[in-house]
T-cell receptor, first 114, second 115 residues
């Protein structure tokens, strides 16, 4: 069965600083990987996805993520954080063999200091 | 603006009431999902519909009854809920048949409170 671990429950960064959110997955084959963001009172919004090919993927809002098979990781990065990036971030892994089931990590809460 | 619309945004109901949550999408997606989300937790999958047929039921209690009248609409009928059912209920849709290999588009949810 697939699983996702987000080791950091809460991260605080200063506005303008760089950001990296960690995600580790467990899956036997090539996974389908996603990062979603959830602002208070809203649903989840897809930031980016990895299916195959280039291991560095670009997403919306200036985010990028790098797939590292050797480390079973898919970390999310942003070079300069804005106050509006404060939100809950979820990493998810899916597999076509497991119809409908994207397994979500427990999430990382990002706080941005002025 | 979200492309998946959920109504109502907030719902307060007693344990003996019957109510329904509604979800609509016009992206041509043939897979639709219901999730339950507690505060500070990830979404928990409840049901998946693929081409208007129920394909996954994650052992959800029968007091939750899903319905997919057509490819654009998804309902969740609620009856005799318990206080622990208070949560944010999220609807999502995706391309394909509902496989985990597709990104999902989420609505903003219905905040449900059971008195």
């Amino acid at each position: 069965a697939q699983s996702v671990t987000q080791p950091d429950i809460h991260i605080t960064v200063s506005e303008g600083a760089s950001l990296e959110l960690r995600c580790n997955y467990s899956y036997g084959a090539t996974p389908y990987l996603f990062w979603y963001v959830q602002s208070p009172g809203q649903g989840l919004q897809l930031l980016l996805k990895y299916f195959s090919g280039d291991t560095l993927v670009q997403g919306i809002k200036g985010f990028e993520a790098e797939f590292k098979r050797s480390q079973s990781s898919f970390n999310l990065r942003k070079p300069s954080v804005h106050w509006s990036d404060a939100a809950e971030y979820f990493c998810a892994v899916g597999a076509s063999a497991n119809a409908g089931k994207s397994t979500f990590g427990d999430g990382t809460t990002l706080t941005v200091k002025p | 603006d979200t492309e998946v619309t959920q109504t109502p945004k907030h719902l307060v109901m007693g344990m003996t009431n019957k109510k329904s949550l509604k979800c609509e999408q016009h992206m041509g997606h043939r897979a639709m999902y219901w999730y339950k989300q507690k505060a500070k937790k990830p979404p928990e999958l409840m049901f998946v519909y693929s081409y208007e047929k129920l394909s996954i039921n994650e052992s959800v209690p029968s007091r939750f009854s899903p319905e997919c009248p057509n490819s654009s609409l998804l309902n969740l009928h609620l009856h005799a809920l318990q206080p622990e059912d208070s949560a944010l209920y999220l609807c999502a849709s995706s391309r394909g048949e509902g496989g985990g290999n597709q990104p999902q588009h989420f609505g903003d949810g219905t905040r449900l409170s059971i008195l």
